[in-house]
């Protein structure tokens, strides 16, 4: 298995304000850009040459990596001039692939974090003899998720777009944005207008009579696509539950990055990432949270479960409990932010300005 595609060109418009300047992929977790630790697990299961299907901020990708040799990979980017969807961006990156006709095309999604074991999926896909595989993860309320019902051979019967009721939910098994396309059949999908793959390309090759094979694994897998998520993911790599060769030092209850300076007495637990530049002053406690690069939080603030943005400020004794703030915001001393609370970039709350708890 040597080659791939990454589609990391959407918008990521339920994560912002962290993606006003950053595309979603780009986003920090665990000390690096998350497409990082997809680069990583794909290189260390074999990939050697992946195209990265871009439209969102383009132009952040490749300055960072480059061609990819720093991670042992061959990169290349194709850029939609409009947005394609999921299965209009493989096939406007086919002619950058090597492969022939019947080799099988590993294909990801740019906002999954998993513990897939990307080895068994294209094993799965060559032994079935499948035209497509795909990666398929057990959920307990899969309402919220396309449904891929299977045989006993694992073979796909059907495609089943968020269930409303108890009868409509025939499995718990849903489509987790990871698979194996045979060559051929990418270049079956129609050029030059937005496609999507689970609405679309899947449902019309299954009614074609193609052979869709589903692969349930059910390590780690997690959707980064809301900023609580984005956050607990972030954490779960320092942590070690969600497994990635590319975090930037040993997993444990902390991740500081060399250039961050923090107090002796301030406390970091519950996976928390301090990025490069960032302060965190004296008697402040982090849990659970991602300070980005060059975030100020001053002694005595309280942050749980949050994502503090590059650049913000957060003054001392605030308070921020599931809280999003974006970059460059400046949150004054004394407030409290909560439960989803989402702070755009660049504005000012001045000290004692919002109180937000749950007795109110």
């Given at each position: 298995?040597?080659e791939?595609i990454l589609?990391?060109g959407g918008k990521g418009?339920?994560?912002?304000p ?7 992929p780009?986003?920090?977790?665990a000390?690096?850009?998350f497409?990082?630790?997809q680069l990583?697990?794909a290189r260390a299961?074999g990939v050697?040459?992946?195209v ?12 960072h990596?480059?061609?990819g ?5 061959s990169?290349?980017?194709v ?5 394609l969807g ?5 096939r406007n990156?086919a ?5 022939g006709p019947?080799?099988p095309?590993?294909i990801f999604n740019g906002?999954?974090?998993t513990g ?10 060559s ?17 919220a998720f396309g449904?891929?019902p ?12 968020k269930?409303?009721t108890?009868e409509?939910?025939?499995t718990d098994?849903?489509?987790a ?12 999908i ?6 999507s793959?689970?609405?679309e390309?899947f449902?019309e090759l299954?009614a074609a ?11 780690y897998?997690l959707d980064?696509?809301?900023?609580q998520a984005?956050?607990r993911g972030s954490a ?5 539950r969600?497994p ?7 997993c444990g ?5 060399p250039t961050?300076?923090?107090a002796p007495d ?6 928390t990432v301090v990025?490069d530049?960032a302060?965190?002053g004296?008697?402040?406690?982090v849990?659970g949270?991602t ?5 100020v939080v ?23 409990a ?5 970059d460059?915001a400046h949150?004054g001393p004394?407030?409290e932010?909560r439960?989803g609370?989402?702070?755009w ?5 001045p ?10």
């Amino acid at each position: 298995m040597t080659e791939a595609i990454l589609l990391v060109g959407g918008k990521g418009t339920r994560l912002r304000p962290l993606t006003v300047n950053t595309p979603k992929p780009m986003v920090p977790a665990a000390g690096v850009p998350f497409l990082t630790h997809q680069l990583a697990r794909a290189r260390a299961a074999g990939v050697e040459h992946i195209v990265l299907a871009t439209s969102y901020l383009a132009e952040v990708f490749e300055p960072h990596f480059g061609d990819g040799s720093a991670l042992g990979l061959s990169l290349e980017y194709v850029t939609e001039e409009e947005p394609l969807g999921t299965g209009g961006a493989i096939r406007n990156v086919a002619s950058r692939l090597h492969s022939g006709p019947d080799d099988p095309v590993l294909i990801f999604n740019g906002d999954i974090l998993t513990g897939l074991d990307i080895g068994a999926l294209v094993a799965t896909h060559s032994s079935s003899g499948a035209d497509v595989s795909l990666h398929l993860t057990r959920v307990e309320d899969p309402r919220a998720f396309g449904l891929v019902p299977t045989d006993d051979t694992g073979r796909v019967t059907a495609f089943l777009e968020k269930p409303q009721t108890p009868e409509e939910i025939v499995t718990d098994q849903i489509n987790a944005g990871a698979y194996v396309f045979r060559r051929s059949v990418i270049d079956t999908i129609p050029a030059g207008r937005p496609v999507s793959v689970e609405r679309e390309t899947f449902p019309e090759l299954l009614a074609a009579g193609a052979h869709l094979q589903g692969m349930v694994d059910s390590t780690y897998w997690l959707d980064l696509g809301t900023p609580q998520a984005f956050v607990r993911g972030s954490a779960d790599l320092v942590l070690g539950r969600a497994p990635s060769p590319a975090v930037p030092g040993r997993c444990g209850d902390r991740l500081v990055l060399p250039t961050a300076r923090v107090a002796p007495d301030a406390k970091l637990t519950g996976g928390t990432v301090v990025g490069d530049g960032a302060v965190v002053g004296a008697g402040a406690r982090v849990t659970g949270s991602t300070l980005l690069a060059g975030a100020v939080v001053e002694p005595g603030a309280v942050i749980t479960d949050s994502l503090v943005g590059a650049g913000a400020h957060i003054g001392a004794r605030t308070v921020l409990a599931g809280a999003v703030i974006g970059d460059g915001a400046h949150v004054g001393p004394d407030n409290e932010l909560r439960d989803g609370v989402r702070i755009w970039c660049n504005t000012t709350l001045p000290p004692r300005s919002i109180r937000f708890s749950s007795d109110q």
